[in-house]
Nanobody, 119 residues
Framework: QVQLVESGGGLVQAGGSLRLSCAAS????????MGWYRQAPGKQRELVAT???????NDAKSVKGRFTISRDNAKNTVYLQMNSLKPEDTAVYYC?????????????WGQGTQVTVSS
């Protein structure tokens, strides 16, 4: 069974920074993509950024130049460095792990961590 444990959320003023971490444990194949999604009140969950096992990244337009996703494969951990935070970044941030095999794709989610940016 795969588990994801997130940490690093909190309250920060606009312009500030936070770093989120997500550690995965369990049976994890190297054919995986890790990422961060977020959900603001009354809105749908949206992609923030993803990173493949090999290090290829994909960022949402709204966070380009401000957020950086990275990972440590030895620790099965993904990070999200968030700089120049804006009030509109306020949301619950969820870690995601996709394990891709020849036959299926399995999705795993963390419990979510609250990020609140005050103006």
């Amino acid at each position: 069974q795969v588990q994801l444990v997130e940490s690093g959320g909190g309250l920060v003023q606009a312009g500030g920074s936070l770093r989120l971490s997500c550690a995965a444990s369990g049976s994890i194949l190297s054919t995986n993509v890790m990422g961060w999604y977020r959900q603001a009140p009354g809105k749908q969950r949206e992609l923030v950024a993803t990173i493949t096992y090999g290090g290829l990244t994909n960022d949402a337009k709204s966070v380009k130049g401000r957020f950086t996703i990275s990972r440590d494969n030895a620790k099965n951990t993904v990070y999200l460095q968030m700089n120049s935070l804006k009030p509109e970044d306020t949301a619950v941030y969820y870690c995601n792990l996709k394990i891709i095999t020849q036959f299926s794709t399995a999705d795993y989610w963390g419990q979510g961590t609250q990020v609140t940016v005050s103006s």
